[in-house]
């Protein structure tokens, strides 16, 4: 594969914009594109926004924010890919919106360059149906706030050559990420399963009445969040004994939660319009126009475990 100098970013919303930065950061110059001019502000605003949290937690000088900020360029114009080196796209999480772009981006690329998408859970194999050189599509998924969170995904498709999936592997690694490698094409790919799993099971024993939903978000930053950061749970088990995890998940697994039907919960708050942050309230109430703030320190607390654990 050709050596990558010039980046094209697909998307100038939450993962495209930061994602950006992530690549501006290590010295690749940067073309964010999409197809809305409101979004493309947004954009640019968010990349304020992140910039001036960097500032403040002392991990940028307004100096480095500033040659940062000039590797990032915007356009509305897909045929300025031509001249670009590799891609990753983060558009709206739609099949056909995703094939629309793929279609014709892999078109207008060179046939060395590689493609990776950042969907949450969409098939990588059936991306790639509408992928001119489906072997060099690779799925490279990204945690927000991509500039901060250290891991990535980078998945293989049916079709993947798996020299591609080795090169994104090594390209993360490059720009300072900790990336894994999903061999098989799963839904979910890995942390999602897994994130939805503990979901499940908490919305379960809330809905038994068994534990408060503070409590059950208490369970998951004061016990296994912090344990979780610093060991993975077959590490744990090791240092735990494999004879009594064994022994626990003779009795345990058959009473896990295994519901097929989704949450009665998250159903009911979207008829409510109750999405979360950005409505103003979710699960939880948050006072109106507080987003950006919840969002900063947020950003806050993820810089300072990374740092601490020295990502
Ligand atoms: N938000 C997350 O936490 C998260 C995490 C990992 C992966 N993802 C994935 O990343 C992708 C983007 O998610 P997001 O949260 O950034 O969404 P978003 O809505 O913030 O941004 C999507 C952007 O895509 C643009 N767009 C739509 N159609 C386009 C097209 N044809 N060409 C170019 N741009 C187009 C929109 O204008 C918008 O700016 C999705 O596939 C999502 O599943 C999201």
Known sequence: ??????????????????IAQAFADKGYEVI?????EVSIKNGKKLLGLNQGALIKNGKYTQEYSDKVVDRISFTNRLELAKDTDFVTESVVEKLEIKHDFWKKISSIVD?????????????????????KG??????????NPPHIIPLIEVING??????????????????????????????????NRVQFTVLRELLSLVEY???SLEDAD????YGLGIRYACLGPFEIADMGGIDTFRNISDYLFTDLADDKDGSLLFRSL?????????????IYDYEKGKAEHLIKERDEKYMKVCESLMY
């Open 158 to 191: 049916d079709k993947t050559d798996n020299k591609n999936t080795e090169a994104v592997y090594q390209l993360s690694k490059d720009i300072g990420k900790k990336p894994i490698i999903v061999k098989k094409d799963v839904p979910g790919f890995i942390a």
């Open 270 to 282: 979207v008829d409510q319009g109750r999405l979360g942050v950005k409505s103003g309230a979710g």
């Open 111 to 131: 046939k060395d360059v590689l493609l990776t998408t950042n969907t949450s859970g969409i098939s990588i194999t059936a991306i790639a149906e509408a992928v």
């Open 1 to 18: 594969m050709r050596k990558i100098k010039k980046v094209f970013v697909a998307g100038s919303g939450t993962m495209g914009m930061s």
């Open 32 to 36: 964010v594109y999409d197809i809305s």
């Open 134 to 143: 489906p072997e060099r599509f690779v799925g490279m998924h990204w945690f």
């Open 209 to 211: 009445d068994v534990v």
């Open 218 to 221: 208490n369970v998951m930053k």
